[in-house]
């Protein structure tokens, strides 16, 4: 069984660095991979902020630091 690990650090890293219109395409890309876990029509945007996912309207720079140093760090 393939066991797929994604890049979620580099992903948070241009999600919170693209302007703010942007940032929900680009945050619906990265749990993209995960679609195959749900049954039925799942929205992961919603599930990202309903499972404590970061912001992405506010605390960029505090959500930057968490991506370079924990995240980046594992």
Excluded: Q
């Excluded at 680009?26 to 749990?31: A, D, G, K, T, V």
């Amino acid at each position: 069984m393939p066991i797929t690990v994604p890049d979620t650090c580099s992903t948070m890293r241009r999600i919170l660095r693209a302007p703010g219109t942007d940032r929900v395409d680009l945050l619906r890309s990265m749990p993209e991979r995960a679609r195959g876990m749900y049954r039925g029509e799942v929205d992961l945007v919603a599930m990202h902020f309903e499972a404590s996912g970061f912001p992405i309207d506010r605390d960029e720079e505090p959500c930057l630091d968490a991506a370079l140093r924990s995240l980046g760090a594992a």
